[in-house]
């Protein structure tokens, strides 16, 4: 018998996020039944949703149950294979989950991907080259759709969806200005993915003055807004909005700890026509092929060069989760579970 | 020589406007010059929209001059013509102000525009065959642009625009439901106006309690929001929006007075994945025509029969605006200048 670890949600929240709220247990992995395949992770993926999943409260997905492994991204190897599909060795990328091994229904539309590991790190699958990466695309392509000269911006810049959407704007010609946590992120954001700008939001105490600092970055003021934060972040750039501008909705990250998140001039979606626009990327699923594409060619032609922060082991997972959310990572948060 | 009256904005609101900010004064009609039309005003609309002109802000149009006549759009008849375009008789809308006389150059584009009163009588080409009903369309048609058993929600329901859109939606086979101030309006609102339900907000102290009633009047959740008030009313609303919903933001009326006016919850337009668009009708001209022959159509065939209250006099301008601010109006608001 192979031995699997898993972390498990054990109890929801309350307010903050904690390591309490996690269990890490050892199972056996079950015999494969015929059609099924085992994977070994060699990658767990770490992300901000997961946060929302751990309430109990009404949202765009049912909250995750208690007592089973945490949902997540992972990459990793098929280790044994009773389906005609997929062959032991294959390097796939799947929602494995908080654990070192998933069985999966290889039949199952999208459970498995197969990913070709030539041009492109196996673990980039997670990010650029992944859901972060299509997110930042679909946000910026489908809601935003800058022409050549627009100025767009991005909060959590030196996120694994913030780098992608740097990368991805650059290629269409726009002023790219992110926001991000401390000089050391600014510094990254504009010598390494491509933003013209960035602006360190913890120098600021309030909207008003974060405001000033983007009319400084932003002359044109901003045309497209690609949200992850909320907050006073969001005022602020709200205040510096052009005339029929964009802003996609993806997170709200300020919010996940169950704190009132107003929004403080909903006033100016009329004043300034703004389109505000919330999106989940894996309803639209239609646009993963041809934005992993570009994704891809981004990344394997060295114009897209993402950051990794990697936890080692799975029993460090809720710990790295926890510092994600509070902005302590650099670059896309992953787990290395081999 | 004729004597013209005109109201002009004397002094801007501090907070809530007053009578205070206004003035009436008498001038000389000036003679024409070549290419010029004299018109009689019959009625001046009265809109929300030109409290947002009064302020010294930042807005989707310039703040209104001081010391010249309101904006505002008015129907009357050209009384003298010195241009080939237009003849002494013709029934004409256009944006003449709050005065009784406007000289207009014939030659400019949209400045003017013969209407036919044989179906239609002429004060409805301010009201539901005019402006307020061509938003009503655009807000409806393009933003939120509904499926047959979709549940649409209008605020200021018997207002210009709301009456135009219970019509509307009722025509594209939606659930129509109103928000409205008083048992009055919300019984006109269900008798006449063909909204499904009403319910009056004023019967409800904050968004939690207005929210408990619009679930029973939408059942099926709600799944486009035609915005004219904003603060209570549209959170109570987002707090029911289904999956992919769609805000049509044409009006916050209840922040014009500078008052803060979060919104509480903007966390849900990514939970929902909502779609939250600001639109000023007058920057989508090619849709008039469509829009106008519709209501048109639902004026003439009695589908659609909108309530005026109708002021006597210029001298009444102020204080009958100073009322539809407050929603002491009862359908279109229109001052009589003959």
Redesign the interface.
């Known amino acids: 018998m192979t031995t699997n670890h898993q972390v498990l949600l054990d109890n929801r929240p309350k307010g903050e996020a904690s390591a309490s709220n996690f269990k890490l247990v050892s199972t056996d992995v079950p015999a494969l039944q015929e059609g099924q395949v085992l994977v070994r992770h060699h990658f767990l993926s770490l992300d901000p949703y997961m946060r ?1 999943r751990m309430n109990d409260a ?3 997905a049912d909250p995750h149950p208690l007592g089973t492994p945490m949902i997540g991204g992972t990459v990793g190897e098929v280790v044994e294979s009773r389906s005609p599909k997929f062959s032991v060795g294959d390097k796939v990328v799947g929602m494995g989950g908080w654990q070192e091994y998933s069985v999966v229904e290889a039949s199952q539309f999208g459970a498995l991907r197969k990913v070709d590991t030539t041009h492109v790190p196996l673990s980039h699958y997670l990010g650029a080259v992944g859901m972060p990466g299509v997110t930042a695309w679909y946000g910026l392509v489908k809601i935003i759709a800058p022409k050549a000269g627009d100025t767009v911006v991005v909060s959590a810049a030196t996120g694994a969806v913030g780098s992608a959407y740097a990368a991805l704007a650059k290629a269409r010609g726009c002023h790219v200005v992110g926001i991000a946590g401390g000089p050391d992120k600014c510094d990254y954001a504009v010598k390494e993915l491509g933003f013209d700008v960035c602006i360190d939001y913890k120098l600021h105490k309030d909207a008003f003055s974060l405001s000033k600092s983007l009319k400084d970055a932003c002359p044109k003021g901003i045309d497209g807004y690609f949200e992850n934060v ?1 907050g006073m972040v ?1 005022d602020a750039v709200m205040l510096r909005m052009n ?1 029929f501008g964009r802003i996609a ?4 990250i300020a ?1 996940y700890d169950g704190q ?8 100016l ?12 990327v894996s ?1 639209h699923m239609e646009v993963w092929p041809e934005a992993l594409n570009e994704l891809g060619t981004l990344v394997g032609t060295g114009k897209l060069r993402p950051r990794e922060s990697v936890a080692q082991g799975l029993a460090s997972a809720p710990e790295a989760f926890l510092g994600l959310l509070k902005g302590k990572n650099f670059g896309k948060q992953l787990v290395k579970l081999i």
Do not use: D, H, T
Request: charged share 15%.
């Open positions: 929302g009404k949202s765009y909320g969001l005339a909705v993806c997170g709200m919010g009132p998140l107003p929004m403080a001039y909903p006033a979606i009329l004043s300034n026509r703004l389109k505000v626009e919330g999106f989940i309803e």
